[in-house]
């Protein structure tokens, strides 16, 4: 329906009110559909009375109870910026409003409620501005290309839902200031090199990457500052961290002055988990996944993996089946994030992960590993007990001879057990060595046993 035609109903409608009100029980009167604006149809005396009501209309005697105020021409964003959409509506007097709902195209962004406040989880793009009077202001930041479309307004009172009769055109563009990327390869994944660029369009004295700590990394910058080179060689140096490519005297104008982002690193968050169909360790033949992790909710970025050296094809998650020994070794994967005035490379810390050969896989298995365990712990106690065994035998064999060179108490004349060596028999009694001048004493009391 064109704009004319829908303020001609409009007009209608308002007539119509009038006419209800003159005529009475001689007009017939339609209520409006769900969803739109009011519709109806009138009688010829309805017609008549129209007619005589026309000179009052167009002076400006009118109905504008009900409406939504929304821009008349459509509004253009860039991506990564913001747009701020104003918006009114009226409504008769003695209605209460209990909800208000932005639409793109037929999918509802944003609603808010008298009991439960704002709602939907694209929100936090999407901000309501306005209230549950006549204020309807939306704002989206950052834009997205996905956010063109067609915008309606809709608001709901006790007993009536009414939809702006047109909608607003949103249209929205690649920013000249976003920073790109891409990849130049001599060889392996470890050779060549990345580089961030920007459009020719974007005003500019440069790019420049840096590190974490937020200090600046020398690259190869390309003629014309709208190109910057990083060798793959300094990217795997920063394992673990993240690298920012920022366009140099970019300003964001979404944020209030003075309160633009400093040119530093972002703190990383990037790891690898690895997901196994089975518990226990990976074997030939098992399936795993491979996923990069990150808390990041970009609206635009791309995942690389390099296993072992080389490249590996995959985004956020990497699925191998069918394990084989070669599908072990070190994963590391790097998420680019795309930006306006600036992104960021997050590369993990390497993972790494073995492929067990199934020919050893019984003897790891949880079932022998568990019987193997057993034996080993019974053999331990059996092995203790013997040489505990052993060595009690062997006290108990040598204490009679021992106890009286050592002050025992027990009685010399005490039968000798039997002794693990042969005793060796003599004749009389060995005097003691007497400690004056090597001499014996000549006392039997003092002889050696």
């Known amino acids: 329906m064109h704009e004319r035609d829908v303020c001609l109903s409009a007009t209608v409608h308002c007539l119509l009110v009038t006419v209800h009100g003159e005529i009475g029980r001689g007009s017939r009167w339609l209520?409006?559909?769900?969803?739109q604006g009011p519709t109806s149809t009138f009688t010829l005396e309805e017609m008549e009375a129209l007619l005589l009501l026309a000179l009052s209309i167009l002076t400006g005697a009118g109905c504008q109870d009900w409406g939504v105020t929304l821009p008349v021409d459509p509004l253009a964003g860039w991506?990564?910026?913001?747009?701020?959409?104003?918006?009114?509506?009226?409504?008769?007097?003695?209605?209460?409003?209990?909800?208000?709902t932005w639409s793109r195209n037929k999918e509802r962004i944003v609603r808010l409620t008298a009991a439960a406040g704002q709602g939907y989880?694209?929100?936090?793009?999407?901000?309501?501005?306005?209230d549950l009077q006549h204020n309807c202001t939306l704002r989206l930041n950052p834009l997205a290309l996905g956010d063109g479309g067609a915008y309606f307004f809709e608001f709901q009172t006790q007993n009536q839902s009414w939809r702006s009769p047109r909608a607003l055109c949103l249209t929205v563009s690649e920013h000249p200031c976003r920073v790109n990327y891409g990849l130049a390869r001599t060889g392996g994944a470890l050779s060549g090199s990345l580089f961030c660029s920007i459009s020719e369009r974007c005003t500019s004295s440069g790019l420049y990457w840096y590190d974490v700590a937020g200090t600046r990394i020398l690259a190869k910058t390309?003629?014309?500052?709208?190109?910057?080179?990083?060798?793959m060689h300094i990217i795997w140096q920063h394992r673990g961290a993240a690298l920012e490519c920022r366009v140099q005297g970019y300003q964001n104008r979404c944020l209030p002055k003075g309160s633009q982002p400093p040119?530093?690193?972002?703190?990383?968050?990037?790891?690898?988990?690895?997901?196994?169909?089975?518990?226990?360790?990976?074997?030939?033949g098992d399936s795993f996944t491979l996923r990069c992790v990150e808390d990041s909710r970009s609206l635009d970025q791309f995942y690389s993996w390099v296993h072992n050296n080389e490249d590996l094809p995959g985004g956020p998650s990497?699925?191998?089946k069918g394990a084989t020994l070669s599908h072990g070794g070190n994963y590391t994967c790097m998420k680019w994030v795309s930006g306006t005035g600036s992104a960021y490379l997050a590369i993990s810390p390497t993972t790494y992960v073995a492929i067990l050969d199934s020919s050893d896989w019984y003897?790891?298995?949880?079932?022998?590993?568990?019987?193997?365990?057993?034996?080993?712990?019974?053999?331990?106690?059996?092995?203790?007990?013997?040489?505990?065994?052993?060595?009690?035998?062997?006290?108990?064999r040598k204490e009679p001879g021992r106890s009286l060179q050592e002050g025992s108490r027990e009685d010399p004349s005490a039968p000798q057990g039997d002794s693990l060596y042969e005793e060796i028999p003599y004749a009389g009694e060995i005097p003691c060595p007497s400690d004056d001048n090597g001499d014996y004493y000549n006392s039997t009391k003092d002889y050696c046993n």
Not at 83 to 93: A, F, G, M, Q
Not at 121 to 130: I, M, S, T
Not at 263 to 284: M, N, W
């Open 263 to 284: 040119a530093t690193g972002r703190t990383p968050h990037l790891k690898v988990l690895v997901d196994a169909d089975s518990p226990g360790p990976i074997r030939e």
């Open 31 to 35: 209520t409006q559909p769900q969803g």
């Open 318 to 320: 990497v699925q191998i």
């Open 79 to 100: 991506s990564g910026s913001c747009v701020t959409i104003p918006c009114s509506y009226t409504y008769p007097d003695g209605q209460l409003v209990r909800a208000v």
């Open 222 to 231: 390309a003629a014309g500052q709208h190109e910057s080179r990083l060798s």
């Open 121 to 130: 989880g694209k929100a936090e793009r999407a901000q309501f501005l306005g």
């Open 363 to 396: 003897q790891l298995s949880p079932g022998p590993m568990a019987g193997l365990g057993a034996g080993v712990l019974l053999l331990f106690l059996l092995s203790n007990f013997a040489v505990y065994c052993l060595a009690s035998r062997i006290r108990q």
